[in-house]
């Protein structure tokens, strides 16, 4: 095996082996190790894993990584967001933090709040968490409403392989607001695993704002949310551009009376691929589950959706929902849909859909003989087929922003 230090592709990271800082505690240097022995059972998965059947990773191995250092200089996000409390982490470490809200505690101490993760299902997930990158836990307190949003800036250097671990854990009855906001101009592998635990009666509010380029990153977002007893989670992505993107959603509602609401849009053209997985994981009853993804797919863009809501014997009254809806604005766009139930309790209230289509001819008429231009028109309805996603962001720092980026993507598409 070679260590990771430069022109490493992605073929290259089933062989690849660590080199750990001097310093690092043996309990997260030996909880590391293991994860990277989960991954090397597995692998880099392939197109022959069912899961991972449509991606397409041809001409990926031909783009090489290096593993960043701390100090490397990084990628400035495009968009950035005012009155945030900004946890910056540049190339998978922590960097400097100001005005942490009260109530609410960072480490990067232990791993033990990662342990959950140690055989997850998806072998990305153990390669991030092997890597030698800070393990970040953020907690908020019981009780405790967080009025400022944390906002984790996740930026990485050109050429590199960064890799980004967070824990958050909302105790009891608390509230917050976390915003993941990473972007990329640059020739970037990206994996990354954000793991939340939201305790009885909290209530968190996640957004996920990604802006890559479409020709160079390839990027992995591993998302595992446990809800408990009374938790209120709301989750919406926006997302633009990226080479190919893989998002792997899983949430475990293990406690009665939970409501979750899940939302996303992404805007997609050139060549990007994007994938988007969630499993809805109902093990008690009582609890209610939305899903709604938008795709706007233009030039030669991919877009999937495999989504699958798991309804355990126990969880009887349940009550969710699933639907991807995506509109394709040329020949060669496609989108590739699998809504997914899985159901082994009989009182419930289950649903799942799925449509694909283009701009209505007929309301492009109707809009052109009340003297709309033809690209005024379409941006028009564009913009009213992405709002519904827009509505669910509540925060007016990111809401008025990504509203102003639709619109420019629709003028400029």
Not at 85 to 113: F, M, R
Not at 132 to 157: F, G, I, M, R, Y
Not at 166 to 185: D, G, K
Request: with cysteine.
């Amino acid at each position: 095996m070679s260590a990771i230090t430069k022109g490493v592709s992605l073929k290259d990271l089933q062989t690849i082996h660590f080199e750990y800082p001097v310093g690092l505690s043996s309990e997260i240097v030996q909880f590391k190790q293991k994860c990277l022995e989960s991954f090397q059972k597995i692998g880099v998965p392939n197109p022959r894993n069912e899961f991972w059947k449509y991606i397409d990773w041809q001409d990926s191995d031909e783009k090489t990584f290096h593993l960043p250092l701390p100090t490397d200089e990084a990628d400035t996000p495009k968009h950035q967001f005012k009155g945030h409390c900004v946890l910056p982490i540049k190339n998978g470490y922590l960097q400097s933090v100001h005005g942490l809200p009260g109530g609410v505690s960072l480490s990067k101490e232990s791993a033990l709040p990662f342990h959950t993760l140690l055989h997850d299902h998806n072998p990305m997930v153990g390669l991030c968490l092997a890597a030698p990158n800070d393990l970040v836990s953020v907690t908020v307190d019981a009780h405790k409403k967080v009025t400022q949003p944390l906002e984790c800036l996740n930026v990485s250097s050109s050429q590199s392989a960064a890799f980004t671990c967070v824990n958050v854990h909302l105790q009891a009855e608390s509230e917050l607001v976390f915003v993941i906001n990473q972007s990329t101009l640059s020739q970037v592998l990206n994996n990354s695993v954000f793991n939340f635990t939201v305790d009885e009666k909290a209530k968190l509010t996640l957004y996920v704002i990604q802006n890559d380029s479409a020709e160079n990153t390839l990027r992995f977002d591993n998302i595992r949310i446990t809800v408990r007893q009374e938790a209120e989670v709301k989750a919406v992505w926006f997302s633009t551009g990226g080479f190919r993107t893989r998002r792997d959603v899983r949430v475990n509602v293990v406690g009665e009376n939970a409501n979750l609401q899940l939302g996303g849009l992404a805007l997609l053209n050139g060549q990007s691929h994007t994938h988007t997985h969630t499993y809805m994981d109902h093990q008690i009853g009582s609890s209610t589950s939305t899903q709604l993804f938008k795709n706007i797919i233009s030039d030669q863009a991919i877009n999937e959706f495999n989504g699958l809501v798991f309804v355990h014997q126990a969880a009887q009254k349940t009550d969710s929902g699933q639907l991807s809806n995506s509109l394709l604005l040329s020949d060669q766009a496609r989108a590739l849909v699998r809504p997914q139930l899985k159901i082994f309790a009989d009182d419930v209230k289950c649903t799942h859909g799925a449509n694909v289509g283009q701009l209505d001819a007929d309301q492009l008429h109707y809009l052109s003989t009340r003297g709309l231009s033809p690209e005024e028109a379409r941006s028009l309805l564009l913009f009213g087929f992405a709002e519904e996603i827009l509505d669910y962001i509540t925060l007016d720092s990111i809401k008025d922003n990504l509203e102003a980026q639709v619109k420019g993507y629709f003028q400029h598409s």
